[in-house]
Each structure stands twice: as structure tokens, then as C-alpha cells.
């Protein structure tokens, strides 16, 4: 049974920076994808970034580029997401997923609420 | 970048009726990587489609998928109380983005 267990809430100011953990157990982590989605209050869904290996190297959303970066630790079965420049936009709750081969999220984290506020 | 439109935006419907949900494509989705997603409040999404029409492990029958191409349906054929949520359309591989979801509210 795969499990995802995220760190926990932040609030941070307005123009700093966040990084989510990602803890994943039970299953093979190094040959599946990792993927990140976010949910604004009273918003849908919102595809962040991932790293998808048959696609290349890390996928990001558009609107993140330049501002987001995933990284991936084989030896702890992390993953991480850290988000740069933060705005009152950016509060959210961050979900990682644990892919398939096709960038399919399956297994989902519990999420982590990040609040940015002066 | 492809974009998801979903409708209806908001659908009621009472216990026992069949439920159509909706999922269109701006351009024809790659290898029909399209998944469904049910939300409830304070719980992460899951899957309920993917392929357009397979059944994620665990979901019931009454889950299912059609469509190709740009165009996409979900159906719930018998409402229970547990699928008022809201759905998701996802495109999932090379360029992954969500639909703006349908609410699945009780009439």
C-alpha cells in the first residue's frame, strides 16, 4: 500500500519562499513519477509541476515557470516542492501524487495548506 | 496548451437519478490520457477514470467513461448519497491540466 505523507502547514510573508515535503513509503519510488497539484480556497484544481522521466526532465505549469522547482531523494523516498516569491494568490493546500508510467496521479498525499499573509 | 472545459458547471440531482458530466478538449487529447476525479471537502482527489473509459481500481460500476478525441463523458448511473462531490477532468503526461470541475450537488 502506497503511502504520501506531507509535512505540515506554513505561513509565510508575502515575496518569500516555501518548500513541502513529500514522504513516500510502500511502494517503488524510483521508477514512478511524482507529481504536484494545488487547490486555492473555493478553486479547482491546479497542475503545479511534476517530474515525469519518459517525458524528459521536470514538467512545470506555465505559470510557475521560473518560480517552482521539484526535486526528487531516492535515498530518504522524498520529494519536494518548493515555491518561490510568494503572493496572497499562492495560498492554497499543495497535494503531491505518486504517478504511473504516464503521468497518471494514483496515490495523493494528505496536503498541506500554505498560507502567505503579511 | 490544451484547455478543459467542463459542464454543466453546477448539476442537482436526487439519489437514484444518472448523472452526466461533460469534459471538452481545445484540441484532441494525446493517447486518450484523460482521467475523472471526485473531490470532497478535506479529502485528497481520486480517481475514478482514467484511459477516458477504464475503471480505476475500486471504483463501482456505476463509474463510467466514454468519449475520444475532444470530447468526453462521465456517467454516474445510479447517484448514491457518497457521489455528491465535485469532478474533475484531467489531461494527464507530457502536459497535464484540469478541467474547472462540475458540482455535483443534491436537488
Known amino acids: 500500500q502506497v503511502q504520501l505523507v506531507q509535512s505540515g502547514a506554513e505561513v509565510k510573508k508575502p515575496g518569500s519562499s516555501v518548500k513541502v515535503s513529500c514522504k513516500i513509503s510502500?511502494?517503488?519510488?524510483?521508477?514512478?513519477?511524482i507529481a504536484w497539484v494545488r487547490q486555492a480556497p473555493g478553486q479547482g484544481l491546479e497542475w503545479v509541476g511534476g517530474f515525469i522521466p519518459i517525458f524528459g526532465a521536470r514538467n512545470y505549469a506555465q505559470k510557475f515557470q521560473g518560480r517552482v522547482t521539484i526535486t526528487t531523494d531516492e535515498s530518504t523516498t522524498a520529494a519536494y516542492m518548493e515555491l518561490n516569491s510568494l503572493t496572497s494568490g499562492d495560498t492554497a493546500i499543495y497535494y503531491c501524487?505518486?504517478?504511473?508510467?504516464?503521468?497518471?496521479?494514483?496515490?495523493w498525499g494528505q496536503g498541506t495548506l500554505v498560507t502567505v499573509s503579511s | 496548451e490544451v484547455v478543459l472545459t467542463q459542464s454543466p458547471g453546477t448539476l442537482s440531482l436526487s439519489p437514484g437519478e444518472r448523472a452526466t458530466l461533460s469534459c471538452r478538449a481545445s484540441q484532441s487529447v494525446s493517447s486518450n490520457f484523460l482521467a475523472w476525479y471526485q473531490k470532497k471537502p478535506g479529502q485528497a482527489p481520486r480517481v475514478l477514470i482514467h484511459g477516458a473509459s477504464s475503471r480505476a481500481t475500486g471504483i463501482p460500476d456505476r463509474f463510467s467513461g466514454s468519449g475520444s478525441g475532444a470530447d468526453f463523458t462521465l456517467t454516474i448511473s445510479r447517484l448514491e448519497p457518497e457521489d455528491f462531490a465535485v469532478y474533475y477532468c484531467?489531461?494527464?503526461?507530457?502536459?497535464?491540466?484540469f478541467g474547472q470541475g462540475t458540482n455535483l450537488e443534491i436537488k
Open positions: 501524487a505518486q504517478a504511473n508510467l504516464n503521468g497518471l496521479p494514483l496515490f
Open positions: 484531467q489531461q494527464y503526461g507530457s502536459s497535464p491540466v
Open positions: 510502500g511502494d517503488t519510488f524510483k521508477i514512478h513519477t
